[in-house]
């Protein structure tokens, strides 16, 4: 993606934006492949209709009556007990919301926020009144005390607009990423060999079209000193396809062999476009349509490392780093994201910053270490992007840090809707 950070976004099947399902898969065979993770049944199967092309599209988000009669209170839009209650898994998170409300605020102080919005295409929607819907809402949380006195508070004062989703109906695509830990190291050795590249400090002049993966670090990922970024290795991996992971994903958190922990983003890129890994081997009848989810295909690489040579390759676009040390995973609007509350978006069309509500099904973890799927209705800022979040039917749900994260992003795919929350005018 080219989220400003990035992070790792599993779709489900074959969308594949990001992936990992484990930061330490191994490129080599083991001798046991590990236990799979007791995967949920997944929700119903979707496929988007396309609506026909139009001179001018539809705004992607409409102005709605809500009917508020709905009953029982915990099915209904709004209801979100996390913020109040811990469940399936998680601890109330109330705090967590107030800190990603401040991180909206702060962008719209910004100069690219004011620019951004002056623009915007949708009436009604402004940086003034995103900031005062930050603000009212903000109170509220802080003054209710159960998930019923929230939903009701914003219910009387705010207004909802839907997104029009990928049919013209409401319908949206829901994926899932989160911020893996690799292990990496400063120097090459017999066992870290597989590097991450530096912004080239010509890169700026570089022909079109660029080199293409290939030529860049070669069909086995080890080019080296005949690679033309020879020198400009910034961190070396152990397995290539962690590697290989960072780049999709445009971001990742290093756990290093001297001990230390930082972190690496996305400095630029070649301009080439998204392939999805896992839709050639689908194509190619590598895999079936049943293990076409991130661990299936992380699987599948375990079982089958010679793949990687052809596979790999066929993304031809080539991402850069730099070292950012121990700073959090940031959005595209330049604030950190956050576990459960930060959601990507195609920013050309809908509000950054903004409030919204999703509501969808999600994987959670059981008593008995597997994953169940959970309906829920959640308040999320709208604080980042994707290179494949596209349209207005599509969102990438930030699941967190780590691998339990990675289990849920792996199987999280499905459809939803989504609403954004202005204050009444």
């Not at 599209?57 to 029982?72: I, N, Q, S, V, Y």
């Not at 690219?112 to 929607?125: H, K, L, M, S």
């Not at 009848?285 to 390759?313: C, V, W």
């Not at 910053?353 to 959970?374: D, H, M, Q, V």
Request: proline share 9%; hydrophobic share 35%.
């Amino acid at each position: 993606m080219k989220k400003m950070f990035a992070l790792v976004s599993l779709s489900l099947g074959i969308t594949l934006v990001n992936p990992v399902f484990s930061a330490s898969a191994q490129v080599r065979l083991p001798r046991r492949l590990p236990r799979p993770l007791p995967v949920p049944s997944q929700p119903q199967e979707w496929s988007p209709q396309i609506p026909s092309k139009l001179e001018t599209p539809p705004p992607a988000l409409k102005p709605m009556d809500m009917d508020f009669e709905c009953r029982p209170r915990h099915a209904c839009l709004g209801w979100d007990s996390q913020l109040f209650w811990g469940r399936f898994g998680k601890t109330a998170d109330r705090w967590s919301m107030v800190r990603s409300i401040n991180h909206s605020l702060r962008y719209l102080k910004t100069p690219t926020a004011a620019r951004v919005y002056a623009d915007y295409p949708i009436e009604g929607i402004t940086l003034e009144r995103v900031r005062r819907s930050l603000l009212r809402f903000r109170q509220l949380l802080l003054k209710s005390r159960t998930p019923t006195q929230l939903q009701d508070a914003v219910r009387r004062e705010f207004e909802f607009y839907k997104s029009i989703g990928n049919d013209g109906q409401g319908t949206v695509k829901f994926t899932s990423y989160y911020e893996p830990i690799y292990e990496a190291s400063r120097q090459r050795t017999s066992v870290y060999k597989y590097p991450l590249y530096r912004l080239p400090p010509d890169f700026e002049q570089w022909p079109q079209p660029h080199p293409k993966r290939l030529e860049l670090e070669g069909k086995d990922g080890l080019l080296g000193d005949n690679s033309p970024l020879k020198g400009l290795e910034l961190f070396w991996f152990r397995n290539r396809l962690d590697a290989y992971l960072v780049h999709i994903q445009g971001s990742a958190k290093l756990k290093l062999t001297d001990g230390t922990t930082t972190s690496v983003g996305y400095a630029n890129g070649t301009q080439y476009p998204w392939t999805s890994i896992g839709k050639e081997l689908l194509k190619d009848g590598r895999i079936t349509r049943k293990s076409a989810s991130m661990p299936g295909i992380l699987r599948h690489f375990q079982l089958n490392p010679e793949d990687m040579d052809e596979y790999l390759p066929r993304w031809e676009r080539f991402v850069f780093f730099r070292d950012k040390g121990n700073t959090p995973a940031i959005g595209s609007i330049g604030v950190p994201v956050t576990a459960d509350r930060s959601i990507a978006t195609d920013k050309s069309i809908m509000p950054p910053g903004a409030l919204a509500i999703i509501n969808s099904s999600f994987p959670y973890p059981t008593k008995e270490g597997g994953l169940t799927y959970r309906r829920v209705s959640r308040f999320v800022m709208d604080q980042d992007t994707g290179s494949a979040i596209k349209g207005p039917g599509r969102v990438d749900y930030f699941a967190g840090r780590g691998k339990i994260a990675g289990d849920r992003a792996g199987v999280t795919g499905g459809p939803g809707t989504l609403y954004y929350l202005l204050l009444k005018e």
